[in-house]
């Protein structure tokens, strides 16, 4: 087991990619803070982990609230005695233009997607610091962090906007024995863009087109690299984004659109 003896928060861990990274985080050794802002399905997560064996222990969190970020560090370390880990996951989509979107709109958004990974990593390093003993921050991007879509500018801003925070965080506290990398994954099977799928099966068909591997990706695939990073395998990886996308920003994508 590659993270034994740690202990990861993981935000927005209810349901989709959180989900899949707290499961295989836990398969990997690590005690799990399940932090989200729906309680029934966090409960299911946390349940999925002691069915396999796993620790885990719900945190309600909104992380778009400074204070709740705070606390989740706090409850984090009260439940398990220490953080090692922390995975920023936690996001929302609109899809909307700018011309579309509200302040209100836009101000939540930005505040669950950017403003929640930045005071969360903030109380990650102040509680790693007190440790003495480094620690892991992996923050959740997105290839739409360097290659826009349409009908998304708020969410394009904002995942932009992780990336610039993954390269400053590790530029500060990398001496801090603190890494700092994101992952950019492609489209993946979740909650979120299930709703999208929806609007009908030539909506899946264009997606999966926009990938070199001709599908959709599932959550586990970019857990696995959640791990990779948390682990000592990345000891010498920080910085970096590392992308997940079935080969989307590879070249094909900006020549294909989804038309809906």
């Known amino acids: 087991m590659r993270l034994k003896d740690r202990v990861a928060l ?15 985080l836990a398969q990997e050794g690590a005690r799990i803070a399940v932090a989200d802002i729906n309680p029934t399905m966090g409960a299911e997560t946390v349940q999925t982990i002691t069915e396999q ?14 204070e709740d970020c705070e606390r989740a560090v706090a409850d984090s370390v009260s439940h398990f005695g220490q953080l ?29 997607n950017l403003k929640g990974t930045f005071f969360c990593a903030k109380y990650a390093v102040i509680q790693f610091r007190k440790q003495g003993q480094g620690g892991v921050i992996v923050n959740m991007a997105s290839v739409n ?10 969410y394009c ?15 500060d506290h990398s001496i801090e024995g603190i890494r700092v990398n994101g992952i950019c ?22 997606a999966s087109r926009l990938h070199a591997l001709g599908r959709i990706g599932a959550a586990e695939e970019v857990a696995s690299g959640v791990v990779y990073l948390a682990s000592d395998d990345a000891a010498f990886v920080t910085g970096s984004m590392l992308t997940i996308d079935g080969g989307f920003s590879a070249g094909l994508a900006p020549a294909m659109g989804i038309v809906v």
């Not at 962090?145 to 708020?154: D, L, N, P, T, V």
Request: hydrophobic content about 50%; charged content about 15%.
């Open 53 to 66: 064996g796993g620790t885990a222990v719900f945190i309600p969190a909104d992380v778009s609230r400074v």
């Open 185 to 206: 994954p492609g489209w993946i099977e979740t909650p979120m863009n299930a709703k999208f799928f929806a609007l009908g099966p030539h909506i899946r068909e264009q």
């Open 84 to 112: 090692n880990i922390l995975v920023n996951n936690a996001a929302i989509m609109l899809e909307k233009n700018a011309v579309d979107t509200t302040e209100a709109e836009f101000d939540r958004l930005i505040g669950v």
């Open 157 to 171: 801003a904002s995942k932009g906007g992780i990336a610039q925070l993954t390269r400053a965080l590790a530029m």
């Open 10 to 24: 993981v935000t927005g861990a209810a349901s989709g990619i959180g989900r899949a990274t707290a499961v295989r």
């Open 145 to 154: 962090s360097f290659f826009a879509e349409g009908g998304i500018a708020a």
